[in-house]
């Protein structure tokens, strides 16, 4: 049908259509989107942008609810008890449209840039709803109380006129006009006689009955829509004659959108008949007498858009264009696709809810399934539909497909299984097979969408961050919440979760006083001074504080502290800065030094290996910390303060194999004498507070390790493409997936390659991992926050060939979410002789070799890449070359890239563990942190550069059920 493939809008409004016709909870629908939207709002002041965006959402959505609702009214003709289930309450209506009306006068300031969309979207809300309270069968029984209702609505409609100075949609026009007969007489716009009489609903067909030979129903058909406004006609009117008309074209794109939805095949020609319906309408419009001050082109313009949905051969009006409809613009259908995400939700969640319902079917779902396979041989991922037939033999026993497929050759005659005679025919039993069918499209698991709200809270605008201008105050952005003495790990058995909270609720007490603790680093010498002074000036405040009032928390809020502007001090060493930088401010700046005099001496007494290879370095995704760690001791550096500053040293109980820092959590894996690996969680925020353990055979060796920025899970990959998550807050049993899980069983899984790489995207929405076959293939696989299995990106497979020498395999995949329209990408760097850094699509496959600028052998980025980041907001790409050259790649979805050299670091002879590069937020900027160590002089290296020209991120504190 030629309908169905009208338009993109047109396949958003029958999912609409599929989703909210003939819901009974249609209250609760118009509840939850204005109860989200009142928290939501509670923010808008601080961004406006979103304000805009929120409040067009609601609107698209209000108005498809809305649009069903008047496509749900009975005639007069049918039985009005059979029909009110599912229509809302009138005074749910009612107050929607004045809740409506008022943020949009009350938000003037932040929506007067786009009050012209706006007004278009809200007059088709206001006059669908106004038409539904017209008609609604349940109305108010006091007629003087819909008289008020609808004075109230005028007068907001009149309040919005003075507020929004300017040109005013037609249609808002005559909303005013409809709400100012309405609160004279509620009964003054009827409809005509025989559109009351006759005029169809959801519960029945829009489309005609099938013997007929017209499609649409009478009501609807040209025949009687040139009848509606005569040439001739009263003056008066002229707004019965075009809410009619309005009427007629909503019932007409739901009949089109209807027989789409119900994938009818009769073959009539419902295009045609619209076409039809259509030209009638605009020709009837033509003929209404109206006043002067609403001009029918724009009118006309309107309908026309209205039909474009469902005929696109429909030919615009010069000079108008509909901004909005039912769906609007790009965000309105953004809005009705999330919205059509959130009922099939509420579907599952409903129809789950039904505990002995869904046992039922589940079931019998079963029980089916057996009869196709009693022993439980198969050993597909994905079930087949199961099928059974009925056997000829003397007792017509039961064979299942699975079964028979057993055989490798089926020739009759055969026994079968417990057939004592010999089986001639099988035949199908197609009953079995259709219930099958039918009952597992509803049997859900509603865990998923009813846990998800939880952990994603659906809200957009959040409180602003109120920073102080006290350098001296408490940082809460940095991931230091206090500065109190390293602590060691104790063997104190974990907290318990109620336990913790208790830790947390004084830890929270504590820092609403504004106190402040200091640090003493023992190792720390160049920094000795600076905290000397720093625990100086805090206890002067300390002693204040109890002649103050108490510190509100939002007042204490910090970002990250001044970063390396000023000169560097003197008897600093230039040793880890090999050459200059592509600016001129940084030219001259050198990177900071720190002491690990104590880190590495342990490593050295120990004797064991090279020390230089014992070194590793971490920098945290979501905060200022920095780890520098060897097998015995980690120590958690705050690099946001300069200079930089020891948080905390942790002795490791063990080997120390992989480790990972937040804001909030550390998380490293140790190896001990029993072979067994033990995954520890500190809470950095609790000192006192033992770490959470996990404890693993070491039959799958660890490889990678990344903590999710919501710090909800730690993520872990073993030998074998395996990848395992583990909580942070309370221990609860470890998940394992399997990457190879589509392909074949766990136990031929055994020489599967190991996962090399993981990495969450910025807004920590998606893991993506990465493993390189035996012929040097990179593999890449995605797990969503929403999902609950690894997806393979097969567009982004890259094969490099396997090298003898100098191939230090992957050095970073890295996942970017689409930003602003843009597709997902997905980088992958190498150490490799061949491994040209890449930018691939997910979705095309499409890929682009990222190389510097100038074609200088000594400005190439190569093939050997150190690490790479994408930065929070997604727009640039931070890579370090084998020769410690640092670029920034922009432009990043076009087809010619800018990759710039900013600064240049250490020379690398091989892919080393010392050395890590991030993005982070300094004083309220984004910058790269690079981060290396010299083991030889027990000397770290922190260098900061600001990057000009970006936006911080909002950070969601929500956490996604990894």
């Given at each position: ?87 809302a309450n009138w005074e749910t209506i009612s107050r929607s449209i004045e809740f409506v009306l008022q943020v949009v006068l009350e938000g003037h300031e932040n929506l007067f840039n786009v009050h012209q969309q706006l007004d278009v979207q809200l007059a088709d809300l206001v006059s669908t709803a106004l038409r539904v309270l017209s ?828």
């Amino acid at each position: 049908m030629a309908l169905a493939t009208a338009s993109t809008q047109f396949l958003h409004l029958a999912n609409v259509f599929r989703l909210l016709s003939l819901r009974s909870d249609a209250d609760d629908i118009i509840l939850e989107l204005l109860g989200r939207f009142s928290l939501d709002r509670i923010y808008a002041d601080s961004n406006r942008e979103k304000f805009q965006q929120l409040v067009s959402t609601l609107l698209s959505q209000l108005n498809a609810v809305l649009y069903i609702q008047r496509l749900s009214l009975p005639s007069d003709k049918e039985q009005v008890e059979e029909y009110v289930g599912f229509l809302a309450n009138w005074e749910t209506i009612s107050r929607s449209i004045e809740f409506v009306l008022q943020v949009v006068l009350e938000g003037h300031e932040n929506l007067f840039n786009v009050h012209q969309q706006l007004d278009v979207q809200l007059a088709d809300l206001v006059s669908t709803a106004l038409r539904v309270l017209s008609f609604h069968p349940k109305s108010l029984p006091d007629i003087k109380d819909q008289k008020h209702r609808f004075a109230r609505i005028h007068r907001l409609l009149d309040k919005l006129h003075d507020r929004y100075p300017g040109p005013r949609p037609c249609l808002l026009l005559i909303c005013r006009d409809m709400a100012n007969a309405l609160r004279m007489d509620p009964t003054s716009l009827p409809l005509p006689t025989k559109l009351m009489k006759e005029m169809p609903n959801l519960a029945l067909d829009l489309v005609a009955d099938r013997i007929t030979k017209y499609p649409l129903h009478d009501c609807l058909s040209e025949r009687y829509v040139s009848t509606i406004a005569e040439q001739e006609g009263p003056f008066n009117n002229w707004l019965t004659q075009f809410l009619a008309l309005r009427d007629i074209t909503q019932f007409v794109v739901g009949a089109s959108i209807q027989y789409a939805v119900s994938e009818e095949t009769e073959d009539f020609d419902l295009p045609a008949s619209c076409a039809k319906t259509r030209d009638a309408i605009l020709s009837s419009l033509d003929k209404i007498y109206m006043p002067n001050n609403y001009p029918k082109l724009e009118l006309l313009s309107m309908f026309s858009e209205a039909f474009r949905t469902i005929l696109p051969d429909t030919p615009p009006i010069n000079g108008f264009r509909n901004l909005s409809g039912l769906l609007g613009d790009v965000n309105g259908v953004e809005a009705i696709k999330s919205f059509c995400s959130s009922l099939s939700n509420r579907q599952i969640i409903h129809r789950s809810s039904d505990g002995p319902l869904m046992h039922a079917i589940a079931e019998v779902n079963r029980r089916i399934t057996l009869l196709d396979d009693p022993n439980e041989t198969s050993e597909d991922m994905v079930p087949r539909v199961p099928r059974v037939y009925a056997l000829n033999c003397k007792s017509c026993h039961l064979a299942g497909n699975t079964q028979l497929r057993v055989l490798e050759q089926l020739e009759f005659p055969v026994r079968f299984f417990r057939a004592t005679l010999s089986v001639t025919l099988a035949r199908e039993i197609p009953l079995i097979r259709e219930t099958w069918e039918l009952l597992n499209d509803v049997e859900y698991n509603a865990d998923p969408p009813s846990e998800l709200r939880h952990f994603s809270p659906p809200y957009q605008l959040f409180p602003p961050k109120v920073r102080d201008v006290n350098k001296y105050t408490l940082r809460f952005d940095s991931g230091k919440t206090d500065r109190r003495s390293p602590t060691t790990a104790t063997s104190i058995s974990p907290v318990s979760p109620d336990t913790r909270h208790a830790f947390e609720d004084i830890h929270n007490q504590e820092h609403s006083l504004g106190s402040i603790t200091e640090v003493v680093s023992p190792d720390a010498e160049i920094s000795r001074q600076h905290l000397t002074n720093t625990s100086d000036h805090s206890a002067h405040n300390g002693s204040e504080t109890h002649r103050k009032q108490p510190v509100k928390i939002a007042d204490i809020h910090r970002t990250a502290s001044q970063h390396s502007v000023s000169p560097p001090r003197l008897g600093t060493s230039t040793s880890g800065d090999a050459s200059s930088h592509s600016s001129g401010s940084m030219e001259n700046q050198r990177p900071e030094e720190i002491c690990l005099k104590n880190l590495t001496s342990a490593a050295k007494s120990q004797g064991k290996g090279k020390v230089s290879k014992l070194m590793n370095v971490s920098l945290s995704q979501n905060s200022t910390n920095a780890l520098f760690w060897m097998p015995s001791t980690i120590q958690v550096w705050d690099v946001g303060v300069t200079p930089a500053a020891v948080t905390r040293i942790i002795p490791t109980e063990g080997s120390c194999l992989l480790a990972a820092v937040t804001k909030r959590y550390l998380a490293y894996i140790v190896g001990s004498k029993d072979q067994k690996l033990t995954l520890r969680i500190t809470n950095l925020s609790f000192p006192t507070a033992a770490p959470l353990e996990y404890q693993m055979p070491s039959s799958q060796w660890c490889k990678s390790i990344a903590i999710c920025p919501r710090e909800s899970h730690v993520a872990v990959g073993f030998e074998n493409a395996t990848v395992r998550f583990f909580k942070t807050t309370m221990f609860e049993p470890q998940r394992e997936f399997r990457l190879h899980n589509r392909y074949h069983t766990p136990s031929e899984c055994e020489k599967c390659p190991p996962v090399d790489t993981l990495s969450f995207s910025p807004d920590g929405e998606t893991l993506i991992a990465s493993t390189r076959n035996a012929k040097g293939v990179i593999q890449t696989f995605l797990r969503r926050a929403s999902t609950f299995t690894f997806q393979e990106l097969s567009n982004c497979h890259y094969p490099i060939p396997l090298h003898e020498s100098e191939d230090g395999g992957i050095s970073s995949v890295l996942y970017r979410p689409g930003v602003g329209g843009e597709d997902d990408l997905v980088c992958i760097t190498t150490w490799t002789q061949s491994g040209t850094p890449l930018l691939l699509s997910p979705k095309t496959g499409h890929r682009v070799e990222i190389k510097a600028d100038g074609s200088g052998h000594g400005r190439r980025l190569g093939t050997r890449v150190q690490c790479g980041a994408f930065s929070l907001t997604g727009k640039q790409l931070g890579m370090v070359n084998d020769k410690g050259h640092l670029y920034l790649v922009t432009n990043l979805n076009s087809s010619v890239m800018e990759a710039r050299r900013l600064a240049t670091t250490k020379e690398l002879t091989a892919r080393c563990s010392f050395f890590a590069m991030s993005f982070m937020v300094l004083q309220g900027d984004e910058s790269i942190v690079l981060a290396w160590a010299d083991v030889n002089k027990s000397v770290g290296y922190i260098r900061r550069i600001p990057i000009p020209f970006t936006v911080r991120i909002q950070p969601n504190p929500a956490c996604f059920p990894w």
